[in-house]
């Protein structure tokens, strides 16, 4: 059971390049998320989804795009990177309980270099 | 839009001593709340968690918290703590606001480090 699974784990990029940073998820989980750790600022939500085709924004969304075609996966869009996007990206997920998710299960992290 | 403080930064404790770390949000209505840790170099990992029931909460590791709600606090305690504790510690808040229900919002976090 792999849980929580981003990739790539690393990558380098030049400003003005794009990527995408893929979550997958094997726990059938309703919710996914997108965090941003930079150090002394915490986690930063990004972007999150209560369900497959759903998405709304978080804390810190600008230049960043996402989607959930499938429930499994939540992907994480760069259009024209950044030096400001220099950070460590985690992907998580929930079930639902109640109306509200339960606790997040984090993948391994993806970190990301913009020079 | 709901936040969550936690006061300590980085806090430097010795071995056997007892730990207390500080987490606060500002949202007057139904709340789930949860501790997280992250130990160097590693994904966060679920300390414990309070949906409804008893504020005292234990947790693994031999952590506990207790919801306070009149003082909108979720504090974190461990009356004795180890070297193998020294971690990120964060406090994280889902508050129950109509449309947001999925908003999970973390603190800062509060590095521990304990001196053998």
């Known amino acids: 059971n792999a849980g929580v699974t981003q990739t790539p784990k690393f990558r380098v990029l030049k400003t003005g390049q794009s990527m995408t940073l893929l979550c997958a998820q094997d726990?059938?989980?309703?919710?996914m998320y997108w965090y941003r750790q930079d150090p002394g600022m915490g986690l930063r939500l990004i972007h999150y989804?209560?369900?497959?085709?759903?998405?709304a924004k978080g804390e810190v969304p600008d230049g960043y795009n996402v989607s959930r075609l499938k429930k499994q996966n939540f992907l994480l869009g760069l259009e024209s990177a950044a030096p400001s996007q220099t950070s460590v990206y985690f992907c998580?997920?929930?079930?639902?309980?109640?109306?509200?998710?339960?606790?997040?299960?984090f993948g391994e992290g993806s970190r990301l270099t913009v020079l | 839009a709901q936040s969550v403080s936690q006061h300590n930064h980085h806090v430097i404790l010795s071995e056997a001593a007892s730990l207390e770390l500080g987490c606060n949000y500002s949202?007057?209505?139904?709340?789930?709340l949860f501790w997280y840790v992250q130990y160097p170099g590693q994904h966060l990992q679920l300390l414990l968690k309070?949906?409804?029931?008893?504020?005292l909460v234990k947790g693994i590791k031999g952590f506990e918290a207790e919801f306070i709600k009149s003082k909108f606090s979720f504090n974190l305690r461990k009356p004795s703590v180890q070297w193998s504790d020294t971690a990120e510690y964060f406090c994280?808040?889902?508050?129950?606001?109509?449309?947001?229900?999925?908003?999970?919002?973390f603190g800062k976090g509060t590095k521990l480090s304990v001196k053998p």
């Open positions: 998580a997920s929930s079930y639902l309980r109640h109306g509200s998710p339960g606790e997040l299960f």
């Open positions: 726990m059938n989980h309703e919710y």
């Open positions: 989804s209560v369900g497959e085709g759903t998405t």
């Open positions: 949202y007057g209505g139904t709340v789930n």
């Open positions: 309070y949906f409804s029931g008893d504020p």
């Open positions: 994280a808040v889902n508050a129950f606001d109509g449309g947001s229900q999925g908003n999970l919002i």
